[in-house]
């Protein structure tokens, strides 16, 4: 996989998780309700936002693509 594949791969995987409707449970009066949202990355809490960039972070391409032309 080339860098530029892997990283247009993730920009539309970030794209996409950034446009998912995002399931919230919240309790009211002892009931439980469930609502969907739809929710930006400028949205996403920084943990959560973390956890994107680490996951699927250019380096991590970069290095793929590195060990596999050795």
């Given at each position: 996989?080339?860098?530029?594949?892997?990283?247009?791969?993730?920009?539309?995987?970030?794209?996409?998780f950034a446009t998912l409707p995002f399931s919230q449970i919240a309790i009211?009066?002892?009931s439980i309700r469930a609502t969907v949202q739809t929710h930006t990355l400028a949205?996403?809490?920084?943990?959560?936002?973390?956890?994107?960039?680490?996951?699927?972070?250019?380096s991590n391409c970069l290095n793929m693509?590195?060990?596999v032309e050795d």
């Open positions: 996989m080339t860098n530029v594949t892997c990283i247009a791969l993730t920009m539309v995987f970030v794209a996409t009211v009066n002892g949205a996403y809490p920084p943990v959560l936002l973390d956890l994107i960039v680490s996951n699927v972070s250019f693509s590195d060990s």
